[in-house]
């Protein structure tokens, strides 16, 4: 529950606000005056602190500089009269998020206070993210021996200190993100927000929006202007996972936005500066994409600057006990178990073809880790059909990709089931991301409800 407090020196105003608050279902606390006002937010943990700007004495500018100067990420909202929009500009440029005029509706509040929350919890996340970036993924996290893996490393050691745009290409689940992860944390950008965005998760309808930001009323339900995707990452580096999923014609806009260095939010003229570094991934293979059409010839050779193609696990087998070693370990003390393998399982693992790649042994290792209780994990734990070597079809017999589909759609059936049709619940319940349960809905042709 977000915490505001409430400084006012007329109680009637200051009790109404309040009940608006509580019955939005925020916790509120409230102060008298400005002086009160001032203590209570420089000791307080508040996520909003909504003041008064003309209060007897203690005035709102000093409430401002009380709270900030003690938490800078606690969002300040100034109230002000007619007369007095002036003072509220200078608030804004002492560090509060925005300024309200009286009289005002309860709705109109309302939304502030939301934006403002929602742009405290933002910031924490980006500073959470600076401080944590480079332990969560430093090199250490690409694990593997192979000499594919090494000439990985090897390249990021000399792409990262620059600016170059990069593309990272391969299956799904080889580790994209996580070499994007390791680019970012390893440039001179580290310290500035990572920002990743699905292309393949968000409609056509919204992805400019979402990237570029809107104006109030640009369209329906736009209520008020919002900051894209682009704006938020300025200054570090924005992440576009599943690049071949975007429309033509946000590739267009894109394009000018990576050569430009600019974007336009949707409904206004007026360019906005972003300066981002651009690394983009795709499993699909961009060149087929550009003859087919469906991908714009230009933006590829813009975003081929820089190159990683990333092997699937079968091309770098050497490296399937070091990844079962490090996600044992990462699991058991997750869970505090002291799970391990029992004989013939990595043997088992070499010889199984993953095509699911890192994410999917990943996923195995959890899963086991889970089961096992802490005890001994075997073979049928792991792979309890996959490890059947392939044979030709017989009278009655089946090829393992057959075993594996058919066990792949009776899971995701029923977790649809489970989930009353939420692709987003039953992608959580079967540890995968969105995006891989749509793919393999579609290569198996599930709906649902079934038709």
Known sequence: MSKILVVDDQRNMRTTLAMMLRGAGYEVDEAADGSQGADLGA???????????????????????????????TEVIVMTAYGTIESAVEAMRLGAFDYIQKPFSEQEL????????????????????????????????????????????????????????????????????????????????????????????????????????????????????RKGLFEEADGGTFFFDEIAETPLTFQAKLL?????????????????????????????????AVSEKRFRQDLYYRLNVARFVLPPLRARREDIPILWEFFLEKYNRKMSCRARAADGVIEALTQYDF????????????????????????????????VQPKRAPEAGGRLLADVVDCAERQAIEAALRECDGSRE???????????????????LTITYPPG
């Open 355 to 386: 095509p699911g790649n890192i994410r999917e042994l990943e996923n195995m290792v959890e899963q086991a880790v889970a089961l096992s209780g802490g005890g001994v994990i075997s073979v049928d734990d792991v792979l309890p059909a996959a």
């Open 110 to 225: 309302l939304v502030k206070v939301e934006r403002a929350i929602q742009n405290r919890k933002l910031t924490g996340e980006v500073q959470l993210l600076a401080s944590e970036f480079k332990e969560r993924y430093r090199f250490e996290n690409i694990v593997g021996r192979s000499q594919a893996v090494r000439e990985v490393l090897g390249r990021i050691v000399k792409v990262a200190p620059t600016d170059a745009t990069v593309l990272i290409t391969g299956e799904s689940g080889t580790g994209k993100e996580l070499v994007a992860k390791a680019i970012h944390a390893n440039s001179k950008r580290a310290d500035r927000p990572f920002v990743p965005v699905n292309c393949a998760a968000i409609s056509e309808t919204l992805l400019e929006s979402e990237l570029f930001g809107h104006a109030r009323g640009s369209f329906t339900g736009a209520i008020s202007a």
């Open 256 to 288: 000018r936005a990576i050569q430009e260095n600019e974007i336009r939010r949707v409904g206004e003229n007026k360019p906005i500066h972003v300066d981002v570094r651009i690394i983009a991934a795709t499993n699909q293979e961009l060149l087929t």
């Open 425 to 443: 619940r039953a992608a959580e319940v079967l540890g995968i991301s969105a995006t891989t349960l749509w793919r393999k809905m579609t290569r």
């Open 43 to 73: 000791k307080g943990a508040y996520d909003v602190v909504l003041t008064d700007l003309r209060m007897g004495g203690f005035d709102g500018i000093g409430v401002l500089r009380a709270v900030k100067e003690s938490n800078a990420n």
